[in-house]
């Protein structure tokens, strides 16, 4: 079993920035593939960006050019550094990981206030 927790989330004015911590319980090394989801209110789950073994990088087109993925391998917790958040980025955010099975965290609230 993994547990994952995310971190960073909260409440910011249109225009601001975030970044969101998801620490995971064990080495993220050898994952298959990690990445963060949402979901609003009134919607359904999304994919906002996904990140492989590789280091490829996969982004929603709603969030292009305004949220970055990343990892530190040396602290088992990957990020999603966002910016310019507009309303509708709010949302429940979650993180994933892929190590053969998905394990996901609790969520953190993300609400944009415009």
């Known amino acids: 079993q993994v547990m994952l927790e995310e971190s960073g989330g909260g409440m910011v004015q249109a225009g601001g920035s975030l970044k969101l911590s998801c620490v995971a319980s064990r080495s993220i090394y050898s994952a298959n593939r990690m990445g963060w989801y949402r979901q609003g209110p009134g919607k359904q789950r999304e994919l906002v960006a996904t990140?492989?073994?590789?280091?490829?990088?996969n982004y929603v087109d709603s969030v292009k050019g305004r949220f970055t993925i990343s990892r530190d391998v040396s602290k088992n917790t990957m990020f999603l550094q966002m910016s310019n958040l507009k309303s509708e980025d709010t949302a429940v955010y979650y993180c994933y990981l892929n190590l053969g099975v998905d394990y996901w965290g609790q969520g953190t609230q993300v609400t944009v206030s415009s």
């Open positions: 990140l492989s073994r590789g280091g490829s990088t």
